[in-house]
């Protein structure tokens, strides 16, 4: 006990400082960017093309998907990922990112067994849990909604 | 007593392959053949590293003018699930195999396994190699290739490249002395992407046997060189010396001479089998030959985690095995 006592205190001492508020700030930045750039498309599609405002949310989100599509299969996007952090990984590009990836790695195993069945290895639990809270969501809201007429 | 000592055993020749990022490091010049992309010519990755394994041991045999029918028997290991790399390629040889996981461990486990047999007068030659390859391993321990996640910088990077060597008990310019087969060692260091310094205490306390079994002192050796610490990992090693009241002023780690940290986007340095086999098999046999070092005790580390256990909150057991490699005068 007393050797992994002394172990800890040297990884202690020997680890370099973290920098969490560098890689806060330039999630932060990154982040931002990518929500102009997705404001600006959105614009494009609303104030130039005239569409809908829904289609044009639409429109936006299918096109940051196609480019992180695109990105992650010219092996770009993972570099940009390494410095954008959460910036790159909270916005739908991440989503997108964690498909295109796990389809590009498991394609060596066929259609079925590879990209078929591991497509959604890591976006899986995004999906999941995200059925699970808009299930248990709908069901405060619905309530929420008798309280409220009730009164 | 963790330490064989050998008095026979000795150093035909080696070989070794690479990767595009191994290619553009510090050690370009020692590779018998490197690829420029990760697939090397082959459709997937698994087999990429079939094929850099094959070609090194091809070429091991090109160097020394062996053929199957010389050599006794084989060890191999590698990082792949059912250690496919090594067992698929020996298909293609009529030698016996005994296949080992050691992980990042297997090139001096399958090394001081192979002089073992050759000193007990099993074997008059044999065979050792081992294999590793970036995309394989990310695939299998981590995160597919592409996938975009912030990394820490004490993650290491899994080296691509196979090295083969053949010992015997035939008298050559470099001898095996000894082999000390380590304990496995879990310090409940929990971080996948921090397994230099999970694994240096393994280091540490197989060094400490080495030094005890064969009655010597750190000093004694030219270069201790550990298999992939890295910069984290290496500090650790320093620092659990230092409370022993010993200065290693003759050390260093495979993980940051294989690549040039500065240059190349590899986070803490280098890791995975290939990295402790490349830098030995090719950088440091050449030194000595060139009697530039004159007796090396190299410890190659392994981190004996899997996925499944990471996930399940297991801590990462870890083993180191250590060979020393003299010139003979």
């Known amino acids: ?151 | 007593m963790n330490t064989i000592k050998f008095d026979n055993v000795y150093v035909v020749g080696s070989a070794i392959t690479g990767g595009p990022v191994e290619k553009e490091g510090p050690l370009r010049d020692y590779f018998d053949k490197t690829y420029d992309d990760l697939y090397c010519e082959s459709k997937t990755f698994e087999q990429a590293e079939q094929k850099l394994l094959k070609d090194s041991i091809d070429l091991v045999f090109k160097k020394t003018g062996l053929r199957d029918k010389d050599i006794d028997i084989m060890f191999g290991g590698d990082l792949l699930n059912q250690i496919t790399s090594s067992t698929y390629v020996s298909r293609d040889y009529k030698i016996p195999l005994i296949g080992t996981y050691g992980a990042c461990s297997s090139s001096m486990l399958t090394l001081g396994l192979a002089s073992s047999y050759v000193n007990a007068g099993y074997a008059n030659k044999a065979l050792a190699f081992t294999s590793s390859h970036n995309a394989t391993a990310e695939r299998q321990y981590r995160y597919p290739t592409e996938y975009g996640v912030q990394k820490p910088d004490t993650t290491t990077y899994t080296a691509t490249g196979a090295g083969a060597i053949i010992v015997s008990n035939i008298i050559s310019d470099i001898k095996v002395t000894s082999a000390t087969i380590g304990e496995v060692v879990d310090y409940e260091v929990n971080d996948a992407n921090n397994m230099g310094v999970a694994m240096a205490p393994a280091a540490y306390d197989t060094l400490k046997k080495h030094f005890k079994d064969m009655n010597r002192d750190p000093s004694y050796y030219d270069l201790i060189l550990t298999g992939d610490l890295s910069t984290y990992g290496k500090r650790i090693i320093l620092e659990l010396f230092k409370k022993d009241n010993i200065e290693l002023n003759n050390y260093d780690d495979c993980g940051l001479i294989i690549y040039d940290r500065q240059k190349q986007h590899v986070f803490a340095g280098g890791s995975g089998c290939a990295c402790c086999a490349l830098t030995t098999y090719g950088y440091i046999l050449d030194k000595m030959r060139k009697k530039e070092l004159k007796k090396v005790l190299i410890v190659a580390t392994g981190a004996l985690l899997s996925p499944t256990l990471i996930q399940q909150k297991e801590t990462i057991p870890c083993i180191a095995h250590a060979v020393s490699l003299e010139v003979l005068e």
Do not use: C, W
């Open chain 1, 1 to 151: 006990m007393n050797n992994k006592q002394r172990f800890k205190d040297i990884v202690k001492k020997t680890e370099d400082k973290k920098d969490k508020l560098g890689r806060a700030l330039m999630a932060f930045i990154s982040g931002g960017l990518v929500a102009i750039i997705g404001q600006a498309v959105y614009d494009f599609f609303h104030l130039a093309l005239d569409i809908n405002e829904s289609d044009s949310i639409s429109l936006m989100l299918v096109f940051i998907i196609f480019v992180t599509t695109l990105l992650t299969g010219l092996g770009l996007f993972d570099k940009l990922a390494q410095k954008m952090g959460a910036g790159s990984f909270i916005p739908i590009s991440g989503f997108a990112n964690a498909l295109t990836s796990s389809a590009l790695e498991s394609k060596s195993e066929g259609l079925i067994y590879g990209i078929g069945s591991n497509m959604f290895k890591l976006a899986g639990s995004v999906i999941t849990y995200g059925i699970v809270s808009a299930y248990i969501l709908g069901i405060i809201r619905y309530f929420a909604l008798l309280i409220g007429g009730a009164l």
